[in-house]
T-cell receptor, first 117, second 116 residues
Framework: AQSVTQLDSHVSVSEGTPVLLRCNYS??????LFWYVQHPNKGLQLLLK??????LVKGINGFEAEFKKSETSFHLTKPSAHMSDAAEYFC???????????????FGKGTHLIIQP | GAVVSQHPSWVICKSGTSVKIECRSL??????MFWYRQFPKQSLMLMAT?????????EQGVEKDKFLINHASLTLSTLTVTSAHPEDSSFYIC????????????FGSGTRLTVV
């Protein structure tokens, strides 16, 4: 079974300071990992993905994440927060569901990022 | 880029009635679509995998007779909540994988269902 744990339900940072959103996963095989962002009243948007290539993954809007197998972590970071980054962030692991013939996704519970002016 | 259109974005229905939610891939063909449900302050939970031209695969604990899924074409999957009850009130969201990208999932904007 696969699982994803987002360690913080809420993170608050000041504009211009670094952002760290933590994610740990468990998987019985080499996972594919994703970070999605969801702004209010909008659909999920893919920020970045790890698919067994480079362990440091760069995404959109200045975000990046590092896959650390020894720590089973995939933390999301950004050097300098912007007000527009305020949203819900989901860490996701790709899983294979038996009988489905296609893979699906297991989501973390989400981290609400608050940006203080 | 790949676009998934989900309709309606919100719906209010009376208890005991049925509601249909549509999920369309607008600029790509999706042989597989996924239906998720999100309870307030919780993460999305996969309900079922919708396969074009065959029966959907439901996750454990999801009532297939209550949540009817039809994937009649490569661009349309529908989720029908039958005999809805207040406990079915939730946010439902679909997603599809664009075969032109590597593991790229595109999500609909979601449907907020309220059963009164």
């Amino acid at each position: 079974a696969q699982s994803v744990t987002q360690l913080d339900s809420h993170v608050s940072v000041s504009e211009g300071t670094p952002v760290l959103l933590r994610c740990n996963y468990s998987s019985s095989y080499s996972p594919s990992l994703f970070w999605y962002v969801q702004h209010p009243n909008k659909g999920l948007q893919l920020l970045l993905k790890y698919t067994s290539a480079a362990t440091l993954v760069k995404g959109i809007n200045g975000f990046e994440a590092e896959f650390k197998k020894s720590e089973t972590s995939f933390h999301l970071t950004k050097p300098s927060a912007h007000m527009s980054d305020a949203a819900e962030y989901f860490c996701v692991v790709s899983v294979m569901y038996s009988g489905g013939g296609a893979d699906g996704l297991t989501f973390g519970k989400g981290t609400h990022l608050i940006i203080q002016p | 880029g790949a676009v998934v259109s989900q309709h309606p974005s919100w719906v209010i229905c009376k208890s005991g009635t049925s509601v249909k939610i549509e999920c369309r891939s607008l600029d790509f063909q999706a042989t597989t679509m996924f239906w998720y449900r999100q309870f307030p302050k919780q993460s999305l939970m996969l309900m079922a995998t919708s396969n074009e031209g065959s029966k959907a695969t439901y996750e454990q604990g999801v009532e297939k007779d209550k949540f009817l899924i039809n994937h009649a074409s490569l661009t349309l999957s529908t989720l029908t909540v039958t005999s809805a009850h207040p406990e079915d009130s939730s946010f439902y969201i679909c997603s599809a994988r664009d075969p032109r990208t590597n593991l790229g999932y595109t999500f609909g904007s979601g449907t907020r269902l309220t059963v009164v």
